[in-house]
């Protein structure tokens, strides 16, 4: 079964500083990794994917096979990016179902 | 641009009652979700439904939960008898697809469901 693993609860950093939130998976063939952000009262939606490599406001995430690891980073964090964000994956052979982390709470402070 | 949208926003039951959880996906997308996230635990899959029937359901998805796309825009949840722990934040989802893309999945806002 796959699993997704966010081992930080809770990232408080201050503007202008790096940011990197850490994600980890258990699968055994090739899935699709996701970050999805969800700001405050609003709905989640979806930040980046690994299959594009783009930067999504300043954001990227590297899939990392060898470390399963999908770490999520920005080299200067912006009160803007005050968020949930949340990790997942998916298996496209198994109807494109997401399975979550528990998210990582980041607050940008002054 | 379109959005999938969710009513009720927050919906307050008795044990035992039933509930209906409705879901306008985007008119074109083809695959819908429910998915649902305890309060403090993460988000996690129900089902998901294509060409008006379950393609795959999670072990939490028993009889008491099913699906139904009753007409050409609405997706809804029905829970016939409320527990406690049904107690969650309830999300649709819908993407266009065909079924090995990894198109992307809106997610509407969102019903939060209290059993009292």
């Known amino acids: 079964a796959q699993r997704v693993t966010q081992p930080e609860k809770l990232l408080s950093v201050f503007k202008g500083a790096p940011v990197e939130l850490k994600c980890n998976y258990s699968?055994?063939?090739?899935?699709?990794l996701f970050w999805y952000v969800q700001y405050s009262r609003q709905r989640l939606q979806l930040l980046l994917r690994?299959?594009s490599r783009e930067s999504i406001k300043g954001f990227t995430a590297d899939l990392n096979k060898g470390e399963t690891s999908f770490h999520l980073k920005k080299p200067f964090a912006q009160e803007e990016d005050s968020a949930m964000y949340y990790c997942a994956l998916s298996r496209p052979a198994a109807g494109n179902k997401l399975t979550f982390g528990g998210g990582t709470r980041v607050l940008v402070k002054p | 641009e379109p959005e999938v949208t969710q009513t009720p926003s927050h919906q307050v039951t008795q044990m035992g009652q039933e509930v209906i959880l409705r879901c306008v996906p985007i008119?074109?997308?083809?695959?819908f979700y429910w998915y649902r996230q305890i309060l403090g635990q993460k988000v996690e899959f129900l089902v998901s439904f294509y060409n008006n029937e379950i393609s795959e359901k999670s072990e939490i998805f028993d009889d008491q939960f099913s699906v139904e796309r009753p007409d050409g825009s609405n997706f809804t949840l029905k829970i016939r008898s409320t527990k406690l722990e049904d107690s969650a934040m309830y999300f649709c989802a819908s993407r266009s697809g065909p079924a090995l893309s990894t198109d992307t999945q809106y997610f509407g806002p969102g019903t939060r469901l209290t059993v009292l």
């Open positions: 699968y055994s063939g090739s899935p699709e």
């Open positions: 690994h299959i």
């Open positions: 008119s074109n997308h083809l695959y």
